[in-house]
C-alpha cells in the first residue's frame, strides 16, 4: 500500500521560505513520478510541481516557476519542495502525489495516490 507523508508547512511572512518533504513508503521509489499540488479555500486543486522517477525531467506551474523548487532522494524516498519569496497567494494545502511510471504529469487525474496534505499559510 502506497503511503505519503507530508511535513513542513507553517506560517511564514511574504518573501521569507519554506521548505516541504513528502516521505513515501509501499513501492519503489526511484522508479514513479511525483507531483506537487496545492489547493486554497473554495477553489480547485492544482498543479504545482512534478518530477521524473529519473529525477531528470521537472515540471512548474507559471505560478511558481523561478520561485519553487522540486527535488528528490532516492535514498531516503523523499520529495522536496523548496519555496522561496512567498507571496500571499502561495497560501493553500499542499498535497504530494504520485503514480506508476516515470513519467511526470501536470494533471490531478493522473496521480491516484496522495498524502494528507500540509497547509501552508503566508502573511502579507
Known amino acids: 500500500q502506497v503511503q505519503l507523508v507530508e511535513s513542513g508547512g507553517g506560517l511564514v511572512q511574504a518573501g521569507g521560505s519554506l521548505r516541504l518533504s513528502c516521505a513515501a513508503s509501499?513501492?519503489?521509489?526511484?522508479?514513479?513520478?511525483m507531483g506537487w499540488f496545492r489547493q486554497a479555500p473554495g477553489e480547485e486543486r492544482e498543479f504545482v510541481a512534478a518530477i521524473s522517477g529519473s529525477g531528470r525531467s521537472t515540471y512548474y506551474a507559471d505560478s511558481v516557476k523561478g520561485r519553487f523548487t522540486i527535488s528528490r532522494s532516492n535514498t531516503k524516498n523523499t520529495v522536496y519542495l523548496q519555496m522561496n519569496s512567498l507571496k500571499p497567494e502561495d497560501t493553500a494545502v499542499y498535497y504530494c502525489a504520485t503514480r506508476s511510471g516515470n513519467l511526470a504529469y501536470i494533471t490531478n487525474s493522473e496521480y491516484p495516490y496522495w498524502g494528507q496534505g500540509t497547509q501552508v499559510t503566508v502573511s502579507s
Open positions: 509501499g513501492r519503489t521509489f526511484s522508479s514513479v513520478a
